[in-house]
């Protein structure tokens, strides 16, 4: 069974940037889509990235367009989320999800396995 661990997480200033990395273990990524989601407190749990199998397909929530970039490495079986122009609307636990699938889902029903989660602070 897949253990996905994220990491990066922590407090930035408005306008800063973060970098989150998911790392899985037990066994290999290279044929499942993969996610991020955030939780802000008080609010469900909401999609902000997604990425197909082989990495050429990517889709992000209208909210982080082009300020958020989610990548892999299935080599290292890790997926990243690189977060530029921090807000303090994007401070939430931010989760690494992956589904048994190769195309991109966007729902959390959708996702099979999870990670724990890392805290993203943001402060203006």
């Known amino acids: 069974q897949v253990q996905l661990v994220e990491s990066g997480g922590g407090l930035a200033q408005a306008g800063e940037s973060l970098k989150l990395s998911c790392a899985a273990s037990?066994?290999?990524?290279?044929?499942?889509?993969m996610g991020w989601f955030r939780q802000a407190p008080g609010k469900e749990r909401e999609f902000v990235a997604a990425?197909?199998?082989?990495?050429?397909?990517?889709n992000v929530a209208d909210s982080v367009e082009g300020r958020f970039t989610i990548s892999r490495d299935n080599v290292k079986s890790t997926v990243y989320l690189q977060m530029n122009s921090l807000q303090p609307e994007d401070a939430a636990v931010y989760y690494c999800?992956?589904?048994?699938?190769?195309?991109?889902?966007?729902?959390?029903?959708?996702?099979?396995?999870w990670g724990k989660g890392t805290q993203v602070t943001v402060s203006s």
């Open positions: 999800a992956g589904q048994r699938g190769t195309a991109i889902r966007t729902s959390t029903g959708d996702m099979d396995f």
């Open positions: 037990g066994r290999t990524l290279s044929t499942n889509a």
């Open positions: 990425i197909n199998w082989s990495g050429r397909l990517t």
